[in-house]
């Protein structure tokens, strides 16, 4: 979960800080029902923030090719995930639509699936994220264009501050053809149908 700039932080060290804050709570680290927080909260912060293990460039390096010319929109959407947000560690719970031309060459779709995973399992901020899977999708694939549009309920602002319920944020990332033709940036749209009930 760390980078050549980041100290690592051994299991003990990041156990210890879950006590401090449960004290910080007004809490006692030491009573049975806390005994095994420390761990378990560790853990599942391993398994939150994988993405930090994973380069999701190197999902995208395979491709194919054997298409019999296809060179139409693929659309991929409802991807879930789950993230949190990089300003209160609060849980951001959401889905991706990801949508692309070919140029020759088209990715598995679990490789898209698991670009979202990979950022999406980092600390984050929404805007950020769905730029950076756009951005790693037309980087690495160099399709005709690509669009990224992200749904997001942000628990930052359902379970504190204004604790505003049933809101959700919507943002976009359109690259190449999806940018500049407004024709394919509506098709992929009409596609993926945003807020809107699916028959």
Known sequence: MT???TPAVSQMQAEEAVRTLLR????DPARE???????RVA????????GYKD???EYMARTFEEVAGYDEMIVLRDIEYESHCEHHMAPILGRVHIGYVPNGRVVGISKLARV?????RRFQVQEKMTAQIADCIQDVLQPLG???V???SHECMTTRGIHKRGVSMVTSRMRGTFHDDARTRAEFLRFIEVGQARR
Not at 24 to 27: D, K, L, P, R, S
Not at 33 to 39: A, F, I, K, S, V
Not at 116 to 120: K, L
């Open 150 to 152: 992200v749904e997001g």
């Open 3 to 5: 980078d050549s700039k």
């Open 33 to 39: 029902g806390l005994l095994d927080t420390p761990r």
């Open 116 to 120: 979202v995973e990979a950022y999406a």
């Open 24 to 27: 910080w709570a007004g809490e």
């Open 55 to 57: 380069d999701p460039r």
């Open 43 to 50: 853990e599942a912060y391993g398994d939150w923030f994988k």
């Open 146 to 148: 690509v669009g990224v």
